[in-house]
């Protein structure tokens, strides 16, 4: 058994780290928490300057800091930030006149397939971009990523607060695309920078983090509007507006304060949506955090297995094609086997429990859900043409 399976620990709201920081946990005493995430939120929270660590319920280990996390302290630690910066989700509306998934499916582009400002010159996505590239960074621009991102076809579910809804202009039934990705490279750039020099250290010129790190955030934001573009086009409507954009991967001076978010959406106030998995519905969320929760809310389901468990378990009970269209009627649009197991539903908690946690702990209130129809993931390398991947792969020089 590994660790990532060691027994869930639950924590008391308020409980003392090694310094004088504390850790509190937003989850109740039968959800899934692995003691190996409180563990790095206790190492976290004994960093020099560090105040308080709020762990939300989608709580999981991280690479070097737990990913779910809240984390303010007086020092800035680009580490606690990781190397997506600006990674979020964004919510579409769309307009279909019908939403059949088979169809749907097969004309979902090649978000593998980067936007060249040149080749692609004509592609009318670029009508997005209006204040110019962030950082200049046009590596990767209008791909999706691997790992837990996606681009998701969906129907608003149903409808808990329906004033709320309405005034975000969405009813039962309508149709959303919601986009998960991040800074393609640029945030894993400026934190490499970083440690190369200062390793896990904090920032020795914070301001100076600060400003690029903002352009990250910025570039995320804007690549998550090229992919709703690219898709809309694709699907033959046209791109609209996001009724919601928020990252989760991000640090924010609040009255000299550095609250670092990893894998934690920004709560105090905002419409988040809470992503499941490709099986499960998601939530549209009303999220009101106060200073104890960091001011944040959960950012999705949370893995419960790691990638490697997921990929050895995933074998032994699916296949492939049974993950290709989950017990929903939704399809996945994913040509890379491997990456279908380490993202199957199994892999993570259920999304129920997390928004539970959330609401018992009046952190959010739900709104809406939303239901997937289509999710991509990355292309099917069987339906499209070989030459065009290999281009890619040239292009971008990996693959």
Known sequence: ???????????????????????????SPTSWIESDAVAQCHQVAALDGMRHVAAMPDLHPGKGAPIGAAMASTILYPFLVGSDIGCGIAVFPVKLKRAVPEKLAARFPDLDRALDPERDADDP?????????????????????????????????????????????????????VVHSGSRGLGER?????????????SPDPGAYLAMHDEAVRWGSL????????????LGTEPTEPILDQCHNLVELRDGIYLHRKGAAPGDGRDVLIAG???????LVAAHAGPDAGHSVAHGAGRKMSRADALRRGRAKHTVEELRRTPMGSLVVCGDRQLLFEEAPTAYKRIEQVITDLVDHDLATPVATTIPLVTYKTPDLGSAPRRDHRDQRRKRGRP
């Open 125 to 177: 996505a670029w009508a997005v971009v209006t204040d110019g590239i962030p950082a200049g960074h046009v590596e990767g621009l209008g791909t999706v990523g691997r790992g837990n991102h996606f681009v998701e076809l969906a129907r608003i579910g149903t409808v808990f607060e329906p004033g709320h809804a309405s005034r975000l202009g969405l009813a039962a039934g309508d149709l959303v695309l």
């Open 190 to 202: 400026i934190l490499r920078e970083h440690t190369a020099v200062h390793g896990g250290g904090p």
């Open 277 to 283: 998995t490709r099986g499960t519905p998601s939530y």
């Open 223 to 234: 690549n998550r509007r090229l992919l709703a573009a690219r898709v809309a086009h694709a």
């Open 1 to 27: 058994m590994s660790q990532q399976h060691s027994r869930p620990e639950f924590l008391p709201p308020s409980t003392p780290a090694t310094g004088s920081a504390t850790v509190t946990v937003f989850a």
